[in-house]
């Protein structure tokens, strides 16, 4: 198993094209060729994770939050992050750190978060703009399924929980062969008329790629003519936060120390609860009170995430109750995503889940 073959296995999950513009996620260390003989799985990377890959035989680490995130313009010892590059160098062991991609898809870090609470109809709390466009191609009649189906296979016509969603439109094409053309049907110098279908797909820009290879290879035509048009709808899988429904509605101290022991609080820092019923959820991961706004406009009673400041607590209004769990706490089960991602590809490869403490903040 080279490093490549994992790389890709994760991407496929969550396109390094989804991460955020400040983010630095990806291969940062090592060769893609490097063949693997374990892999370690850790939220952060420090030195005594770099010893513990280096005890266990783990030449891959994959890490949620990247080790190099700010410009390095010198290689010494000076600081942690800089001693973890020599000694990974050192002993050959790759990095690659799969972050705000992860975030950023509905199965991702924050499906994690909701499987723990129990959490039923799902939702996207930011839905990303620009993400999708919708292929428009013409194939002559007889074709069309088998391009139709090409196209799915290649990641297209997925919208929410339905795929394989397309619209067709008969027409006719007509088209004149010059003497350099090798025409499908018809003659070289000849207007010739087609019956044809119109097919309207839509795809998410990452399978961009991966869709016109699939039309190109499966239609007939030397020349297939097709558009991609640029979409202004979000898709309701992609964007960040989520969320959902408890299956039953809780009282708020009860679920706010249901949270405590879910996720091994030392305490919770939350606005003043409002004596009601815990029903709809909205959650973030790590730092997340940019999406205040959209928790109380989702019509959430409670939202959880980490990192909020002191006059962020007053922008709650009484409208919602805040739940700051922690950064780290809130995005403790990341690990357990890139376990299962990589055990269900291969079940007998060597995968350790990290057992060294990377939280730097301490409770008294």
């Known amino acids: 198993m080279l490093v490549k073959e994992i790389i890709k296995i994760f991407e496929d999950f969550a396109p390094l094209s989804l991460q955020e513009s400040y983010d630095n996620s990806g291969l940062l260390v090592g060769d893609v060729n490097q063949t693997i ?5 850790t939220i952060d990377i420090t030195e ?16 949620h939050h990247p080790l190099i995130f700010k410009p390095i313009k010198r290689l010494t010892c000076d600081n942690e992050t800089q001693r973890c590059i020599i000694k990974l160098i ?3 062991i790759a990095v690659y750190a799969a972050h705000t991609n992860f975030d ?5 870090v924050n499906a994690k978060i909701a499987d723990k609470l129990g959490l039923v109809n799902r939702k996207v709390l930011l839905p990303l703009a620009n993400q999708l466009l919708k292929l428009v191609v013409y194939v002559p009649s007889l074709h069309a399924v088998r391009v139709r189906e090409a196209i799915f296979a290649a ?10 969603c397309s619209f067709s439109t008969e027409g006719y094409g007509t088209f004149n062969a010059n003497n350099f053309a090798k025409p499908f049907v018809g003659e070289a110098n ?3 008329t087609e019956p044809e279908i119109k097919l309207e797909i839509i795809l998410p820009e990452n399978a961009k790629l991966r869709v016109i290879h699939a039309l190109l290879k499966s239609h007939p035509y030397e020349e297939p003519a ?7 709808n979000t898709s309701n899988r992609l964007g960040a936060g989520l969320v959902g429904d408890l299956e039953l509605p809780i009282d708020e101290t009860k679920f706010l120390n249901n949270l405590k022991v879910l996720f091994n609080c030392n305490q919770i820092r939350h606005t003043n609860t409002f004596g009601k019923k815990i029903k709809r959820v909205a959650l973030c991961g790590g730092s997340g ?19 909020f400041k002191y006059h962020e607590f007053f922008e709650a209004e009484k409208r919602i109750l805040i739940a700051d769990l922690g950064h780290f706490e809130t995005e403790q089960y990341t690990k357990h995503i890139f376990y299962e991602l990589i055990t269900k590809k291969m079940p007998t490869f060597a995968v350790r889940i990290s057992e060294t403490k990377t939280n730097p903040i301490n409770y008294l």
């Open 155 to 164: 990641g297209a016509g997925n919208i929410g929980n339905y795929d394989s």
């Open 37 to 41: 003989k374990g892999i370690l799985l």
């Open 104 to 108: 950023n898809v509905i199965e991702g």
């Open 90 to 92: 050192k002993n050959d």
């Open 226 to 232: 097709f558009d991609l048009i640029p979409l202004q």
């Open 190 to 192: 000849t207007l010739h």
């Open 289 to 307: 009170s940019f999406l205040l706004k959209n928790a109380i406009l989702s019509g959430a009673d409670i939202f959880i995430s980490g990192d």
């Open 48 to 63: 005594n994770i770099v010893n513990e890959a280096i005890e266990n035989n783990c030449n891959l680490i994959i890490s």
